[in-house]
């Protein structure tokens, strides 16, 4: 599939996904949804994911000049918009069976802030930030804001953010616990590209098996999360790198993880 508001490229088992819109600060229009969820479909060859912005901005949230062209607008027409294309792109995210890393340059508002913070490592540049937009202009958090937030950062964080619509730039937010990691503007790349690497090497099936839990953990109770572990142990504990695993562990060396 030719894309026109994202590029996708994957080499060395990475995937990045680039949103390309930068005359409109990659705002993410209905094309663009439904692009990074076709695009999640072929990442077949790939063991991680990295997402993150072209020109000077992550994303600046969802195109509202694009969705006021569609027949139904307003708050039934943010309804639709969510429900059929940003809501099922955010969860295929969060469910992805490869670890995902975000590298926020700039600006990442509105469910582009969601977009940010959906990553198992988000990594921002001092100048980016998070913003949640809404309250500026009336509405409320979407994109999963309200789910992932107050479990980020706790509700009273949370609802500073919600409520006072301020910008949350990297340091604060590595500091808050919001992300993984604030790095210098010019080195986001180079630390984007190692941490890729790096997990593009590992356990694959480990990692997936961990993102599911995680999110199983975060929904669900202890006794669930437990059997879900145990679930996970034994599908991991089957698997080719995890006899690799122990024979170098055994042999005294680094394992050579083949992602099965």
Same mark, same amino acid.
């Given at each position: 599939?030719?894309?026109?508001?994202?590029?996708?490229?994957?080499?060395?088992?990475?995937?990045?996904?680039?949103?390309?819109?930068? !005359?409109?600060?990659?705002?993410?229009?209905?094309?663009?949804?439904?692009?990074?969820?076709?695009?999640?479909?072929?990442? !077949?060859?790939?063991?991680?994911?990295?997402?993150?912005?072209?020109?000077?901005?992550?994303?600046?949230? *969802?195109?509202?000049?694009?969705?006021?062209?569609?027949?139904?607008?307003?708050? +039934?027409?943010?309804?639709?918009?969510?429900?059929?294309?940003?809501?099922? =792109?955010?969860?295929?995210?969060?469910?992805?069976?490869?670890?995902?890393?975000?590298?926020?340059?700039? #600006?990442?508002?509105?469910?582009?802030?969601?977009?940010?913070?959906?990553?198992?490592?988000?990594?921002?540049? /001092?100048?980016?930030?998070?913003? +949640?937009?809404?309250?500026?202009?009336?509405?409320?958090?979407?994109?999963?804001?309200?789910?992932?937030? #107050?479990?980020?950062?706790?509700?009273?964080?949370?609802?500073? =953010?919600?409520?006072?619509? !301020?910008?949350?730039?990297?340091?604060?937010? !590595?500091?808050?616990?919001?992300?993984?990691?604030?790095?210098?503007?010019?080195?986001?790349?180079?630390?984007?590209?190692?941490?890729?690497?790096?997990?593009?090497?590992? #356990?694959?099936?480990?990692?997936?098996?961990?993102? /599911?839990?995680?999110?199983?953990?975060?929904?669900?109770?202890?006794?669930?999360?437990? +059997? *879900?572990?145990?679930?996970?142990?034994?599908?991991?504990?089957?698997?080719?790198?995890?006899?690799?695993?122990?024979?170098?562990?055994?042999?005294?060396? /680094?394992?050579?993880?083949?992602? *099965?």
């Amino acid at each position: 599939m030719t894309y026109s508001t994202i590029n996708l490229d994957i080499a060395d088992q990475i995937a990045t996904i680039t949103l390309n819109r930068p !005359e409109r600060l990659n705002a993410c229009s209905l094309d663009m949804a439904d692009e990074i969820s076709d695009a999640l479909d072929r990442l !077949e060859d790939a063991r991680v994911l990295v997402i993150t912005g072209a020109g000077r901005a992550f994303c600046s949230g *969802a195109d509202l000049a694009a969705r006021s062209d569609r027949p139904v607008t307003g708050g +039934q027409g943010s309804y639709i918009a969510l429900t059929e294309k940003y809501n099922p =792109m955010i969860v295929k995210l969060l469910r992805l069976n490869i670890p995902v890393i975000t590298a926020v340059n700039g #600006p990442a508002a509105g469910v582009g802030c969601s977009i940010g913070l959906v990553g198992d490592f988000v990594l921002a540049g /001092k100048s980016g930030y998070f913003l +949640q937009a809404f309250v500026n202009i009336g509405l409320v958090p979407d994109g999963g804001s309200t789910w992932m937030l #107050p479990r980020l950062v706790g509700k009273a964080r949370a609802t500073q =953010m919600m409520m006072l619509g !301020e910008k949350i730039f990297g340091e604060q937010a !590595e500091d808050w616990g919001l992300i993984y990691k604030c790095v210098a503007d010019e080195a986001l790349v180079e630390e984007t590209k190692a941490l890729a690497t790096r997990l593009a090497t590992g #356990p694959t099936l480990a990692y997936a098996t961990m993102r /599911k839990n995680i999110l199983t953990s975060l929904e669900h109770g202890l006794a669930d999360t437990l +059997q *879900a572990e145990a679930e996970g142990q034994r599908i991991a504990g089957s698997s080719a790198d995890a006899r690799e695993g122990g024979i170098a562990f055994l042999q005294k060396r /680094k394992a050579e993880f083949k992602g *099965a």
